[in-house]
């Protein structure tokens, strides 16, 4: 599903609740908060947030948050007729805070428990206040953070659809290399996994990414089924991939018959994964435009097979 | 049709994924066997599965499954939900039996084709 990374409407979703987690309330709050002293009136504020461009702000004595006042108590007071009363009169006491260092996520669930529109930010250790945020502000870091992702996305995936093009040579290959641990199912299709996502950098067209990640994960599962590990080498060049996977497993005593749909050596737990019902090799033929064993029974396997790139050739 | 009709038609419950239920599927593919699902299933289908072990995540990533729907009640261990939480990919659970879901799928007009990769 992250196939191309492109933000999607669908991932850009879970790539946002993620960051929620990844960011820090730090990362996104105004560090230059405005703030006013108890002993100034309500009259007063009206120039502060006029002059600021905000609604509300934190009220602090000799460096120490006592309170917070929001415009809508400047309203209350002009309702009123107490424009005239002191702020420490008519602030908010018991004030909600978020710590610096808490992950957005905290901040988002805190607006939706309280309902307020802004919380003022302290330090962990010693309550220092060191910021303000608000929801805009989550939005915009978000924003921000999904932009310059985006962007470092775009840059890799243009560098390296374009490395043939940069290469002067009479001939390129791009040799990956995978390491296939044997008989451990958790790790299964990793390197299929890692293979899909390159290639898809690569700028490689999606069938054929398709094909090659089918390709490779039935030979990784081979190796993970029957050996006891292997290597998977895939050479990328301008018109052909190579897939080639190697083990030093049993070998296959019969390649024809193995080639046949159906036919299987496989125990029953490999069948209750899913696997092992012979259509593991028959399935890379598919996929693939030419298919080479070989293998020696107690040596192990060598399988080769190519996708090419230009479909018309 | 959409994950949501398939909630419903199948009154299946959302392992994960809860978020992606507007999402379109193109076709429904059914299987035990991961091995026919690479071979068969295309792009953006439904998988109807009875494993639940994280080979069927690796399968559905591998061919661009983006959901897949256990029968009979199942429900995959806490590592298989991690990875398709990982690889993006919605799990949901009907108590009905493989064919019934099938049927009722079918019928309220989900398509079915077979595609060959070459």
């Given at each position: 599903m992250k196939k191309t990374v492109k933000l999607d409407k669908d991932t850009k979703y879970t790539k946002i609740q993620e960051l929620t987690y990844e960011l820090k309330v730090s990362n996104v709050m105004t560090n230059k908060v405005v703030t006013v002293t108890p002993g100034k009136t309500i009259y007063e504020l009206r120039e502060l947030f006029r002059t600021n461009r905000i609604s509300g702000t934190p009220v602090v004595d000799k460096g120490k948050l006592i309170g917070i006042i929001s415009i809508e108590d400047f309203i209350k007071c002009l309702a009123q007729g107490e424009m005239h009363t002191l702020i420490s009169e008519k602030m908010t006491k018991r004030v909600k805070t978020l710590y610096a260092d808490e992950p957005i996520i905290h901040a988002v669930r805190k607006f939706d428990q309280y309902g307020i529109g802004r919380f003022p930010v302290i330090e962990r250790e010693g309550g220092k206040l060191v910021g303000i945020i608000t929801k805009g502000d989550i939005i915009k870091g978000l924003l921000k953070k999904l932009e310059i992702e985006y962007h470092q996305e775009e840059i890799h995936r243009y560098r390296a659809s374009h490395i043939f093009e940069d290469i002067i040579a009479d001939s390129t290959s791009l040799i990956l290399k995978y390491n296939i641990v044997g008989k451990d199912f958790n790790k299964a299709g990793e390197c299929a996994s890692g293979l899909k996502k390159t290639f898809y950098r690569l700028g490689i067209q999606p069938d054929i990414v398709r094909r090659a990640a089918i390709a490779t994960y039935e030979a990784e599962m081979n190796i993970v089924v029957f050996t006891e590990g292997g290597r998977l080498t895939v050479s990328v060049e301008p018109q052909q991939i190579k897939i080639e996977a190697d083990d030093s497993g049993p070998g296959i005593p019969d390649i024809k018959q193995a080639m046949q749909p159906g036919f299987s050596t496989a125990s029953e737990w490999v069948r209750e994964l899913g696997f092992g019902a012979g259509m593991g090799l028959p399935n890379i033929k598919n996929c693939t435009d030419k298919i080479n064993i070989e293998s020696k029974v107690g040596k192990g396997t060598h399988l080769e097979t190519i996708i090419y790139l230009n479909n018309n050739a | 049709m959409t994950l949501k009709e398939i909630k419903k038609i199948l009154k299946a419950e959302v392992i994960i994924g809860e978020d992606y239920l507007s999402m379109e599927v193109k076709m429904g593919c059914a299987s035990d066997l991961m091995s026919d699902v690479l071979a068969y299933a295309k792009p953006d289908a439904l998988l109807l599965t009875g494993l639940t072990n994280s080979q069927v995540i690796r399968t559905?990533?591998?061919?661009?499954?983006?959901?897949?729907?256990?029968?009979?009640?199942?429900?995959?261990?806490?590592?298989?939900?991690?990875?398709?939480?990982?690889?993006?990919?919605?799990?949901?659970?009907?108590?009905?039996?493989?064919?019934?879901?099938?049927?009722?799928?079918?019928?309220?007009?989900?398509?079915?084709?077979?595609?060959?990769?070459?």
């Open positions: - | 559905a990533e591998i061919v661009d499954i983006r959901a897949v729907c256990f029968i009979r009640g199942k429900k995959p261990d806490e590592r298989t939900i991690k990875l398709a939480i990982e690889k993006n990919i919605v799990l949901l659970t009907t108590q009905m039996p493989m064919f019934e879901s099938c049927g009722r799928l079918y019928k309220n007009g989900l398509a079915s084709r077979l595609v060959k990769h070459k």
